[in-house]
């Protein structure tokens, strides 16, 4: 699989043409959505990671193959950032997810220590509103024991089972837990083979 950075864009001006179906990576700032981008497409350093959050603050575009984009959107929630530079990832994020025409899908990436924040509850509603998938994932599963995640797993599942329409992938970029049952999902929802 050919996996090819495409641009960064700080506004629908620099959006590529949407000529294919895309999906896009969102969630909270440092959740490990780069990784997890990075883990999908056999790629160490596609999507750049840090320690440091907030790292992401534009939108990233990848050409995975000829037939899908992948986009990695900024994270939300970092109490570190000012509130006017939150605010403006913010606009860009729903500009995004208002206005692009071939967004099949929506990874929403949820830190599995954590509980889902208020910024992952708005755009699950955002994306229910919009008739847009949401594909939930929980992430670093390899920081809980098995027994420990697939409860996890069910909690969630209960606590947002009206903005769900399937229950989270468990998955680790570390184990590579999860990794094809996400690419199932995608294959799905992009209707193209893999
Ligand atoms: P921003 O772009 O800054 O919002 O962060 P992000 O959501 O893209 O997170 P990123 O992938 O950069 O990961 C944040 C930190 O978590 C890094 O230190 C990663 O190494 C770590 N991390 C990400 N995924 C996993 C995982 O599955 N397991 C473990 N143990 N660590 C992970
Ligand atoms: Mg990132």
Request: glycine share 8%.
């Amino acid at each position: 699989m050919d996996v090819k950075f495409i641009t960064s864009a700080g506004g629908p001006s620099g959006f590529p043409i949407a000529d294919r179906p895309e999906v896009a990576f969102a969630g909270r700032s440092n959740a490990g959505k780069s990784s997890l981008i990075n883990t999908l497409t056999n790629r160490k350093k596609l999507a750049r990671t840090s320690g440091t959050p907030g790292r992401t603050r534009l939108i990233n575009f990848f050409a995975v193959g000829e037939e899908v984009y992948f986009v990695d959107l900024p994270g939300y929630g970092f109490a570190r950032v000012p509130v006017s530079v939150r605010k403006s990832w913010m606009h860009l994020v729903e500009t995004y997810l208002e206005i692009r025409p071939t967004l099949a899908a929506v990874v929403v990436i949820i830190d599995i220590r954590r509980e889902p924040s208020k910024g992952d509850i708005d755009l699950l509603h955002r994306l229910k509103m919009r008739g847009i998938p949401a594909i939930p994932a929980l992430t670093k599963s390899d920081k809980l024991s098995r027994g420990k995640a697939a409860e996890k797993r069910t909690a969630v599942t209960r606590s947002l089972l009206e903005l769900l329409p399937l229950p989270p992938v468990v998955f680790s970029s570390k184990t590579r837990e999860g990794r094809d049952e996400l690419w199932g999902q995608i294959n799905k929802l992009t209707s193209t083979d893999r």
